[in-house]
């Protein structure tokens, strides 16, 4: 049985097995697929039916909307292959520790940025991707709390390592959390377990309680 409570949605799912999902997104996604049975199973389906409807098809000539299907298809490569014999990184180090890596990105080990320091115990590293979205690992140390804010965007939280909670669940690895403008949460730790995520962020975080609205102008910090 699987411990993970929280998935993408099938649209995200479909949108994945045709090759239609961003790049960022897939990443989030693909690294979803390496914790859980379940989201792989749906998208080998999701591809098997998709190669089914192009195999009704080869007994006439291929319409262009087809040939446009089978090129994604065949460009849609969920597990990236290693172009070069450099040594491939299966871990992600902060502080003398190591944390396993999701396969997506072992082999872009230099498009992750170094750690950096955010208000609280929390730590950051940037992941450059192509598109406007922000991808980050973000470590919350024990006992941290990020204080209550909303989004102005949609945010993916994918837990790696450890877990976190907010005012509606507990995270664990492998969960896959979206959040909208409609969620307001503040997310922290237990005082004997830390937490890495991998997050992507359309839009910067707006803090909305006391304080913290403070931060508001250093919301960018979130969002590099
Ligand atoms: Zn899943």
Sequence with gaps: MTSIHFHPTNETLALYASGDLDSASSIMMSAHLEFCSHCRHRVADMEENLARELDLSTAEPLSNDMNAMLEKILAHSPEPQLETNEPTATYLELD???FHLPRVLQNHQDQIGPWTRLPGKIKRAHVSTAGQSKMN?????????LPQHTHQGQEITLVLAGEFMDEQATYRPGDFIIQTSEHKHSPKTRADQDCLCLTLLDAPLHFTSGLATLLNPFSQLFFR
């Design 137 to 145: 690992f973000i470590y919350m140390d024990c006992d941290s709390v």
């Design 96 to 98: 003398n520790r190591r």
